[in-house]
């Protein structure tokens, strides 16, 4: 990869502590002053936790941006940023937290490392990254799968309940 073109990437944002509106905004914000070109953003999306147990619900988001960062360069840059804005606790496992910055599609490539696995494991069975991303990325195909985000929003057959806030 040449490291000055321009690559599309689709996040997922979450937050369930504090004010989670401004949280999913502020991140916005701190991608572009981060040099992300924001094409589009999903409406958010109110759920119950997902994977773990919690009385605090979840509003998530998705958008789509340009960046010339390479994924490696981007991922630093959102845990910096998930950091700065007064996330804790553990790495990984599921938690309550102020936001959650996660890398689903990142052009239409395939990696797999210790630290860095794109497409994300979770699209497939999480509502919450399915909803947003069907409404501002239908026909994007995951990689490995070979099915469009719409198909697979359609597939996913999830009682937990969700529902579009905005």
């Keep these: 990869m040449e490291h000055h073109s321009v690559h599309t990437v689709w996040l997922g944002l979450g937050a369930n502590l504090g004010d989670r509106r401004k949280s999913l905004a502020s991140a916005l914000n701190r991608l572009k002053d981060n040099g992300c070109n924001v094409l589009a953003v999903s409406g958010i999306y109110e759920s119950e936790a997902w994977g773990y147990q919690s009385t605090h619900m979840f509003y998530n988001q998705c958008v789509v941006l340009e960046t010339e ?98």
């Design 69 to 166: 960062q390479l994924p490696g360069e981007l991922l630093t840059m959102l845990k910096k940023t998930e950091k700065e804005m007064g996330r804790g606790g553990p790495a990984c496992g599921f938690a309550d937290r102020i936001i959650d910055l996660d890398i689903l599609f990142y052009d239409d490539i395939i990696m797999d490392t210790a630290t860095l696995k794109i497409p994300h494991p979770g699209i497939p069975l999480r509502p919450f990254v399915l909803k947003p991303l069907a409404e501002i990325a239908p026909r994007k195909v995951h990689p490995v799968l070979g099915q469009t985000v719409s198909e697979l929003d359609a597939e996913l057959n999830d009682p937990g309940a969700i529902r579009r806030i905005d």
